[in-house]
């Protein structure tokens, strides 16, 4: 029987805080994912296939979050040029979402000294001189920011349903 090996890391964070990040990570990967199909939606009308969907999916695949969210905010301008301010603060709540699954999956981790319980993290910012930001964060919290981020997703959804511009994909590419 071969030994497990423990990471470093695991030292440091505890497996309930891994969970958390880790729920975090995973719950941003299916918010990218969506926004290739509300992409796709509104780009294709009565779309109901997987095949009806995968142009616009494949075309959108390589694009960063911040370009489908872009392109989507072009379309929305177009379909529902009164509703873009609401529009706007919806895609804000999820460039915030992005920002801390970002601080939490790009910054190493170590327990938190100005916390009980939380790991802390520190990014660092090079452009127009060295800056650091520290921030310490329960497991408890991490989830909250899972959640936020689904809660911002479904914000999303609730805008684009209120205006028959929301389909759900085929199950084949959920």
Same mark, same amino acid.
């Given at each position: 029987?071969?030994? =497990? ?13 891994? *969970? ?5 990570? *995973? =719950? ?16 294709? *009308? ?58 939490? *999956? ?16 520190? /990014? ?9 930001? /520290? ?18 997703? =479904? ?7 209120? /205006? ?11």
């Amino acid at each position: 029987m071969e030994e =497990e090996i423990t990471l470093p890391l695991e030292s440091q964070v505890n497996a309930g805080e891994l *969970a958390a990040i880790g729920l975090v990570i *995973a =719950e941003w990967s299916a918010i990218e994912r969506a926004l290739l199909y509300v992409l796709s939606g509104l780009l294709v *009308a009565d779309a109901k296939t997987s095949a009806d969907y995968a142009p616009a999916v494949f075309m959108g695949t390589g694009m960063g979050y911040r370009v489908l969210l872009g392109l989507i905010r072009a379309i929305v301008e177009i379909e529902f040029p009164t509703d873009v301010k609401e529009f706007d603060k919806i895609m804000e709540d999820l460039q915030k979402s992005a920002d801390k699954r970002d601080f939490l *999956a790009h910054n190493p981790w170590s327990r938190s000294t100005e916390k009980a319980d939380a790991i802390g993290a520190v /990014r660092l910012k090079t452009v127009g001189g060295v800056k650091s930001n /520290r921030l310490d964060y329960t497991a408890k919290e991490i989830r909250a920011i899972a959640l936020e981020m689904h809660q911002r997703y =479904e914000a999303l959804v609730t805008f684009l349903k209120h /205006r028959g511009a929301w389909r759900n994909p085929p199950q084949t590419l959920a």
